[in-house]
């Protein structure tokens, strides 16, 4: 959800734009490759990109690919490339490509300067996938929210909200003169990334994953596991292992952030809900708004009502600089309570908003991101109270997805993981070090190190202990230590 909510502000704007060890390492370390020249990468016809922000000596380039991989000479778009060359070419290993979120050149200009070790001995790439292009051309009508979301309650509610939801992608979908609605799942994705392989012309890449780019690199994994030489993934779901178990490993999370947010503001003068149980304030006003709707009114989104349910996707998961996220939560907590919303509407409208809208909805749907039906809903509710009851309702972004029209793409499965290096993740304890670890542990001799502090995907951040590890993994494929800790910076 974090990664649909930026991607449609950006569009809003206008702006264009994650003992057997050691012997393990120590093996693939000997088999390193030696240093290689650049390949004859002529097809891309590089060029100084000249963009405003980017480092002068970044070079830009296009490739060419079906919208429908199932008929490559269909209708195609093209995708934006970027790279920083080596800066040490006589040692070159290689290319280093980044999978992210999507606006893969904005990320690669942003962590320029903290990747300079690593650029030593690698070409730095990044490319905004097929979900950039999407956004600059989606249609007006797959802006529209499909529905009013809520937490289903009965077969009934959820055929209803599935049913709205179905008319809204078809909607969308007729609308729709690119045909990537029905193609932006990570599957096409991970086929786009091997295209940018070949024609970098390098026989494998290492790669740098962050955030949603974690369902685009398992689609590569499923697909091309023989191409990839090393992968550093940061902040990362795992879409292989299903959503509604990804969600249930949120659950924690949630409740630590909410535990962490209370044990500052009884340290904090200024929060306004100190002297108090701050975590049962906020429980209780979950509670209090799912019996009784707190009617809000957004100068943007119009009129609504809180409920606990969508108040649950207000619990910040950082406290911003100065805390200034947890200092305006506490008191939009401290006036909600006291039946002023306000401090709320424009956030959680917004979410609900973007939950129902075909146009974010499709940049996920396709990979099995939405509930089969509402069994699937109560075997999740019925797990989530065991662990987490206050926040057991359905998870909003995957609600969304229900009445996906098309066959999904790319159902969850388990993963192929024999012949594939051990790989290197990274997770803040805060937020997704538990979700990363999910995914990393399926591939034999991986190592995730929690970062212990708040955050997502901190090689995008600028964080120096997990760039480190990074670096003298991706360069000499030297895996730390288990039990390794990155303390917060």
Same mark, same amino acid.
């Given at each position: ?116 070790? !690593? ?6 790439? $990044?490319?905004? @996938? &097929?979900?950039?292009? =999407?956004? /600059?051309?989606? %249609? ?107 969600? !249930? ?6 409740? $630590?952030?909410? @535990? &962490?947010?209370?044990? =500052?503001? /009884?340290?904090? %003068? ?220």
């Amino acid at each position: 959800m974090i990664a649909i909510r930026a991607m449609i502000q950006s569009k809003r704007r206008g702006r264009r734009a994650w003992p057997v060890i050691a012997v393990t390492a120590a093996m693939l370390a000997m088999t390193a490759p030696a240093a290689s020249a650049s390949p004859d990468d002529g097809r891309l016809g590089w060029r100084q990109c000249g963009s405003e922000g980017a480092p002068s000596d970044m070079q830009c380039a296009s490739v060419e690919v079906p919208v429908d991989w199932a008929e490559p000479e269909g209708q195609k778009i093209t995708l934006d490339l970027a790279r920083l060359p080596a800066t040490d070419p006589a040692r070159r290993i290689g290319s280093v490509l980044g999978i992210s979120s999507g606006y893969g050149i904005q990320d690669l200009t942003r962590s320029a300067a903290d990747l300079t070790e !690593l650029r030593r001995r690698f070409d730095l790439v $990044g490319y905004d @996938t &097929r979900t950039t292009t =999407w956004v /600059a051309r989606m %249609p007006q009508a797959c802006m529209r929210p499909g529905a009013s979301l809520h937490d289903p309650r009965s077969p009934k509610e959820f055929a209803a909200l599935a049913a709205a939801m179905n008319d809204a992608f078809e909607q969308c979908r007729q609308a729709d003169p690119t045909g990537l609605s029905a193609h932006l799942d990570a599957l096409s994705i991970a086929r786009d990334t091997e295209a940018i392989r070949e024609a970098l012309g390098e026989e494998r890449l290492s790669f740098l994953v962050g955030g949603t780019g974690g369902s685009a690199a398992a689609a590569y994994v499923r697909l091309f596991p023989q191409r990839i030489r090393a992968m550093y993934l940061d902040g990362v779901n795992n879409q292989p292992e299903g959503w509604p178990a990804q969600r !249930l490993l949120a659950l924690p999370v949630m409740r $630590g952030m909410a @535990t &962490r947010f209370a044990d =500052w503001c /009884a340290a904090t %003068p200024a929060c306004a809900l100190h002297g108090q149980d701050a975590e049962a304030v906020w429980l209780r006003l979950l509670r209090d708004a799912d019996r009784h709707p707190i009617p809000v009114t957004s100068s943007q989104y119009g009129e609504g009502k809180l409920t606990g349910w969508l108040l649950t996707s207000a619990l910040p998961l950082d406290p911003g600089p100065q805390n200034a996220g947890w200092l305006a939560f506490a008191d939009a907590v401290d006036k909600a309570r006291h039946g002023d919303g306000s401090g709320f509407a424009d956030q959680v409208l917004f979410t609900a908003r973007v939950a129902a809208t075909p146009a974010a909805l499709v940049m996920s749907c396709g990979d099995d991101r939405g509930y089969t039906g509402y069994a699937q809903l109560q075997d999740f509710r019925r797990k989530a109270r065991k662990i987490a009851p206050e926040y057991a309702g359905a998870a909003i972004d995957a609600l969304g997805c229900t009445g996906w029209p098309p066959p999904v793409a790319n159902p969850s499965r388990p993963l192929p993981t024999r012949g594939l290096p051990p790989f290197l993740g990274v997770g803040t304890t805060w937020v997704d070090h538990t979700s990363t670890k999910s995914f990393t542990s399926m591939f034999p001799g991986s190592v995730t190190i929690p970062y212990d502090g708040p955050g997502h995907v901190m090689y995008l951040s600028g964080k120096k202990c997990p760039i480190r590890h990074a670096t003298r993994y991706l360069t000499d494929l030297t895996l730390p230590e288990p039990g390794t800790v990155c303390p917060a910076e």
